[in-house]
């Protein structure tokens, strides 16, 4: 897996000043923001989420501006962010996290 890193090596090479700014923004992220705006929020480059997900910089571009994306393809681009997907339907009154998008790395994996 040539050129692939992952958050944690990417973010190790980061001087501590920069991981403590990196950190305090993100734990200000907004509750909506589109995926470009959370990775230069966590002071990602476009190369460097491709180098995780092992595509271009082009690609990268192309993910953050698409209106529609397969739900796989959003889970392995908050992971190479360094986060966790998780779907969860807010109904007046209480919320239902579903559980059945969380199983797909499991699934995929067998």
């Known amino acids: 897996m040539a050129g692939r890193r992952s958050f944690a090596e990417l973010r190790t090479r980061m001087s501590p ?9 993100a734990e200000h992220l907004g509750e909506e923001m ?5 990775r230069r929020a966590l002071k990602l480059s476009q190369e460097e989420i491709g180098q995780t997900l092992q ?8 993910i953050e501006k698409r209106a529609d994306i397969y739900l796989s393809t ?5 992971e190479a ?19 059945s998008f969380a199983d797909l790395t499991k699934k ?3």
């Open 17 to 25: 000043k920069a991981q403590a700014k990196a950190e305090a923004e």
């Open 34 to 38: 589109d995926l470009a705006e959370v």
């Open 55 to 62: 595509i271009g910089q082009g690609s990268v571009a192309k």
């Open 74 to 78: 959003l889970r392995r681009f908050i």
């Open 81 to 99: 962010m360094g986060g966790e997907l998780e779907i969860v339907a807010r109904f007046p009154g209480h919320t239902v996290k579903i559980k």
């Open 108 to 110: 995929e994996h067998i």
